[in-house]
């Protein structure tokens, strides 16, 4: 199973890029993980305008074996043994590429999320786009950890 996250607009935040670049030099311990931005839609006065060009784009990088994760406030609250029995039922029914996919600052289009095989959220609070990559990078480590036993998630 190959891991990657989609996100709308680069990071560039210095912080958060290390912090990802840290957990995943971690996840390919376990897991290959690729990361793939597009480019978001320009805010012109209507949200679901930006919602729908987002969506397309997302959608546009996914293949028809993908299997997607969106990330959105309405989504299911996991914790984090929950979050590893995603990664594993991923595994073990031999999920060719699990995509978790970030929203840009209007969140996510319904037709990604009816695309999506879960939607789940990171947190009730609301997380700004790099504060939630820096997350679901260090959840995807911690559930890749818990499923091979190390010590991490103690």
């Given at each position: ?20 670049g ?90 990604l ?19 939630a ?22």
């Amino acid at each position: 199973m190959r891991l990657a996250v989609l996100t709308v607009g680069k990071g560039g935040n210095a912080w958060a890029d290390a912090a990802v670049g840290e957990y995943g030099k971690r996840i390919r311990r376990f897991h290959r993980i690729e990361e793939q931005a597009v480019k978001p839609a320009r805010y012109r006065g209507d949200e679901d305008a930006v919602r729908r060009a987002e969506a397309e784009r997302l959608l546009a990088a996914l293949g028809d074996r993908d299997r997607l994760v969106a990330l959105d406030e309405r989504g299911d609250d996991l914790d984090s043994h929950a979050f590893a029995d995603l990664l594993r039922t991923c595994r073990v029914s031999g999920t060719h590429r699990l995509v978790f996919a970030l929203g840009g600052p209007y969140g996510h289009d319904a037709a990604l999320r009816e695309r999506a095989w879960r939607t789940i959220r990171l947190s009730s609070l609301v997380l700004n786009h790099e504060v939630a990559r820096v997350v679901l990078y260090e959840q995807i480590y911690r559930g890749l950890s818990l499923l091979a036993g190390h010590p991490y998630h103690h």
